[in-house]
């Protein structure tokens, strides 16, 4: 079963990547299912329902968040009603949304999307090793496929959830620092893993913001409201093909393409 997992898409320069490479993406890679990391869509600051729905149009069977979650407010409007949406799973028992979620194919495969927030450099929610470990008690006794997307700053603290997992899910993708890091390879016990993804949206900005008040942020150290770009885009994603019998990774390929440059080999 192969598996297409796309980054952190940021603003519209995100959307409109997704739109124009998933058409390509689909013929060349034919994925059983694909998921992306939706948190930053509307304008760099959280989802609406609007986004999430052309999402889904477009062949999206799942989305997983982050710290942004909650940053637009329409998200309380449908999380609770959104059975494809997973927003940290580690946050307190009572917040709205599901931190994870069990996606059907039109072929009727099914695979489980988990999403976890790190705590280094990040707000301080529950443990993600201890709330991962009590979610795999529920589902690996019924679902063979589960795909990991750990929302962390910290590398450490995203490799050593890789190391933790090994063996136990079909993949660990990291997300949140929107760079690509090439430490994509399959573990020891059989679990993909990439430490992070990489975004989807403007090239020429700073983690896809207008890099203008980056900059003067960084000079002056004064408040700057940031604002996502909308220049030429790039797109980040990782392909992970898993074994059916076992419901381990076989391999996983990063994806990285530009506006200027979108062809395929």
């Given at each position: 079963m192969r598996i297409l997992?796309?980054?952190?898409i940021?603003?519209?320069s995100g959307r409109r990547a997704v739109k124009a490479m998933l058409p390509e993406l689909k013929k060349k890679y034919d994925p059983a299912f694909i998921v992306v990391?939706?948190?930053?869509?509307?304008?760099?600051?959280?989802?609406t329902a609007q986004i999430a729905k052309e999402l889904y149009e477009?062949?999206?069977h799942g989305i997983t968040m982050g710290n942004h979650t909650w940053d637009n407010k329409d998200i309380f409007n449908f999380i609770d009603e959104d059975d494809r949406m997973v927003r940290p799973a580690n946050y307190p028992p009572g917040t709205p949304g599901n931190?994870?979620?069990v996606l059907k194919n039109r072929d009727g495969k099914e695979l489980v999307i988990v999403n976890v927030m790190g705590r280094s450099f990040l707000p301080p929610l529950d443990c993600?090793?201890?709330?991962?470990?009590?979610i795999l008690d529920k589902l690996k006794k019924k679902h063979k496929y589960v795909f990991v997307d750990f929302h962390a700053e910290a590398t450490s603290e995203k490799i050593a959830m890789g190391w933790h997992l090994d063996g136990k899910v079909s993949a660990v993708v990291g997300t949140h620092t929107h760079v690509q890091t090439h430490d994509e390879r399959v573990l020891p016990q059989g679990t993909a893993y990439v430490t992070d993804v990489g975004m989807t949206g403007a090239r020429d900005g700073v983690l896809g913001m207008e890099r203008e008040a980056v900059l003067h942020k960084f000079r002056t150290q004064l408040p700057v409201r940031f604002t996502a770009d909308e220049g030429k885009w790039q797109f980040h994603a990782v392909v992970v093909d898993v074994d059916n019998d076992t419901g381990l990774a076989k391999r996983i390929e990063l994806i990285r393409r530009f506006e200027t440059e979108a062809v395929f080999e």
């Open positions: 997992f796309i980054g952190d940021v603003g519209g990391n939706g948190e930053n869509s509307a304008g760099g600051r959280g989802i477009q062949g999206v931190g994870y979620a993600p090793f201890q709330t991962i470990d009590s």
